[in-house]
């Protein structure tokens, strides 16, 4: 252990008696679940079952998200195991109740303190722990360590300014990143980064990148095509602060009616998303408040969780949001996930701020299955084409579909990697043939 880490360790301990504090003040500002903010302490709110648990933690949305590939395999191919899930968001916490399959149990992530650690991993005794992306807590790690607990980072990401921190106290990297069995990073510049601070590199994988369609209510969809008909459809995916408006303004050019669905990045931007279309007088309903699409109505603000899957299907071509914020002046976001419409052979377009998907979307360009204008004026130079031309729309997406199967590789060879770190499968009964 580095005298960095032996500090953290002594500092938190000091600090922890303060968060039950901090967690109430956070529960009232909507940033903790009221009752279930106990969890953050290392208290469980769920028993514990009986055998083997492997214990996976993605911090956020994005990270937990792509974690459910893992628990799908899991569930597959090693029923014998217990899973858990944890995850520091309550917005995570709403869409993993949604899309967890039964009988995979979901808790907050305990704080970095010390007794809560210790609390934690005490009542749940996993055997392995999987951890995505960049979510690495000492004081978690280093007692899961010492409990024996087989530990992985998978779709690790480490942006040069973390490394450069790291670099600083090189000691604590390579003590902190020892105590992996595996890690696997997302992409050859976050291995690259990482093995500058000392960390071992196992492989590369991106689990963003795996997995199959978004799943969808079919009961939901039925109702929801009936109601918009034969107009043509556009989904604006995952937008951001200033897209909402800069994309229904750039759409009022085209000369085609069509019906677009506004799916907010963050849900809770609704209401000041609304406040600025009825400011322009634009009319539109809204998901969330039950609001019915009717024969007038050609703007849908679609404003739930959980629900991407449902309205990418109804979609004719997507825009990707999260991709227009330099163009706009907003600040830069990076692109969301330009594989959820592909994988349901959409034909997507994107602005230019693309920075966390650039192998992706250098694919889905090569492959001809998607399109980037520079910002939301120049959409209409894509999308009057694309929904005038039905049958060319159709194979743009197509062509993202065969781009989009081919990336499903990385989830093979995680799940090949996880093997020497899981628990010991049970031995199957003698079934065969008597002597």
Known sequence: MSWALDLYRWVTGGLE??????????????????????ERLGQASAPR?????VWLHGVSVGEAVSLLPVVERLRQKRPDLTVLITSGTV???????RRLPEGVIHQFAPVDGPEAAARFLEHWRPSAAIFVESELWPNLIGQAHERGVRLALVSGRMTEGSAANWRRFRGAAEALFGQFDLILP???????????IGARVDGLVNLKLAG??????????????????????VVAASTHAGEEIAIVRALDALHERLFLILIPRHPERADGVGEALAAEGYQFARRSRGEPITAETDLYLADTLGEMGLFLRLADVVVLGGSFGPALGTGMVGGHNPLEPARLGKPAVSGPDISNWKGVYADLLAAGGMQIVPCPHDLTTVLGPLLSNPPMAQAMGERARRAATAADADLDRLWAALQPLLPPAPARANGGRGR
């Open 186 to 196: 997302q992409d050859r510049e976050a291995a690259e980064r990482f093995q500058s």
């Open 91 to 97: 917005t995570s916490a709403e869409v993993l109740a």
């Open 49 to 53: 079952p009986p055998g083997p648990l």
């Open 17 to 38: 008696r303060y968060a039950p504090r901090l967690l109430e003040m956070r529960v009232r500002r909507g940033k903790e679940h009221p009752e279930r903010f106990l």
């Open 212 to 233: 199959g369609p978004l799943g969808h209510d079919s009961s939901a969809f039925a109702p929801l095509s009936a109601a918009i008909g034969d107009r043509p459809v």
